[in-house]
């Protein structure tokens, strides 16, 4: 697999625990409900219920021992992992995936702005480079 679907899988893993625990939740389980009935219409059922446990899972140990990293890390692994097995079985899914990210995952996963704020957004492909900056700068390639 290569690296661009290993960031998008990675990307979607975190942005749905994260989405989770917020009120993005019921669109997050939709949306990937939706990206597995494509894929495997037979597992999706399951997807949907795992989320729904991942979700209680996160929440109770919010509740009994307030912000728990390692839970919320393990299960975006979890994820993550899934994601990647998606997407080495059905790569060309990942349009829609990157589509789902930004429409449906993508407010759960940003950071609040605060104050003036510039966002850079960039998808290389292939050997393509990509320079962002805020301010200046300078780049000195041979």
Do not use: C, K
Not at 2 to 15: F, I, Q, R, V, Y
Not at 19 to 46: C, H, I, M, N
Not at 75 to 99: C, G, H, K, N
Request: proline share 4%; aromatic share 4%.
């Amino acid at each position: 697999m290569d690296a661009e679907l290993l960031a998008l899988a990675s990307a979607a893993g975190t942005a749905v625990v994260t989405a989770l625990t917020t009120d993005l939740w019921e669109r997050a389980q939709t949306s990937v409900g939706a990206l597995w009935r494509r894929a495997f219409p037979e597992r999706a059922a399951t997807v949907e219920a795992d989320l729904m446990d991942t979700r209680t899972l996160l929440l109770a140990t919010r509740e009994r021992e307030g912000s728990d990293t390692d839970t919320e890390e393990t299960s975006a692994e979890e994820w993550r992992l899934r994601f990647r097995r998606l997407l080495a079985v059905r790569p060309e899914l990942a349009e829609e995936l990157r589509r789902m990210l930004a429409e449906d995952l993508a407010p759960a996963s940003a950071p609040q702005p605060r104050g003036n704020t510039t966002v850079f957004n960039a998808a290389p492909t292939g050997h393509g480079r990509v320079y962002q900056a805020a301010g200046n700068m300078s780049i000195n390639e041979r």
